[in-house]
C-alpha cells in the first residue's frame, strides 16, 4: 500500500507541474550585456594603465548582445534607468531564437 501511496506523491511531482515549474523558474542565471570586443597581444595588455582606453568592434548606437549562460538571447539598446540616473539598463529590441541545427538533431 505504501508503494501505491509513493507513486500517487510522485505523479504530482512530474517536470510540468506547479511545484516542479516553481523550482526551476526559481533558479538564478547569470546574465551579461556585451558592449563590445576587443583583441590585442598580451604586451599591449600588460602597457595599460589607468585612462587606457580600448575601442571596442562596436559602435555607438549599434544593438548590444544580452547573453545569459553563455548564450546569445536578445539584443538591445543601453539606457540610463529613469528611478537612478546613474544606474544603466538595456531595453530589449529583439529576441534571438535558437540556432535551427538545435532542432535538426
Do not use: W, Y
Not at 545569459?68 to 528611478?83: K, S, Y
Amino acid at each position: 500500500m505504501n508503494n501505491i501511496q509513493d507513486r500517487a506523491g510522485a505523479s504530482e511531482d512530474k517536470l510540468g507541474s506547479p511545484r516542479n515549474l516553481d523550482s526551476i523558474l526559481r533558479i538564478p542565471v547569470q546574465i551579461q550585456v556585451v558592449l563590445g570586443n576587443a583583441t590585442m597581444p598580451v604586451a599591449s595588455l600588460m602597457n595599460l594603465g589607468r585612462g587606457a582606453i580600448i575601442p571596442l568592434d562596436h559602435r555607438v548606437g549599434e544593438p548590444v548582445d544580452i547573453v545569459v549562460n553563455g548564450r546569445v538571447i536578445a539584443r538591445g539598446e543601453v539606457v540610463v534607468v529613469e528611478d537612478d540616473n546613474s544606474r544603466f539598463g538595456v531595453s530589449l529590441t529583439e529576441i534571438v531564437g535558437p540556432p535551427t541545427s538545435e532542432f535538426n538533431s
